[in-house]
Nanobody, 115 residues
Framework: QEQFVESGGGLVQPGGSLRLSCAAS????????MGWYRQSPGKERELVAS????????KYADSVKGRFTISRENAKKMLYLQMTSLEAEDTGVYYC????????WGQGTQVTVSS
């Protein structure tokens, strides 16, 4: 089957850290740019971080730049998102998927930043 399974979310306090993982059961993973998307309460799903294939160049939304780090392990078909200095505004459901020609969305993983 072709799908993404996200994990690692949870409840953290402001300023805390969390690492999300995405298991990509897709045949062309290493040939595709990957991204982490976030759907926050009252907002549409947005791309917050992406990573290319060759040399793994990365891009980040302004809201997370300097705090989040995206990485991938092509041999394991895994995508990661290391989140630090978390803020309440980071609360939402996080999904992984291709940057283009996206597949059906998985269940995502909930991240809640609250005191």
């Amino acid at each position: 089957q072709e799908q993404f399974v996200e994990s690692g979310g949870g409840l953290v306090q402001p300023g805390g850290s969390l690492r999300l993982s995405c298991a990509a059961s897709v045949s062309i993973f290493r040939h595709k740019a990957m991204g982490w998307y976030r759907q926050s309460p009252g907002k549409e799903r947005e791309l917050v971080a992406s990573i290319s294939t060759f040399e793994s160049s990365t891009k980040y939304a302004d809201s997370v730049k300097g705090r989040f780090t995206i990485s991938r392990e092509n041999a394991k078909k895994m995508l990661y998102l290391q989140m630090t200095s978390l803020e309440a505004e980071d609360t939402g459901v996080y999904y992984c998927n291709f940057v283009s020609n996206i597949l059906p969305w998985g269940q995502g993983t909930q991240v809640t930043v609250s005191s």
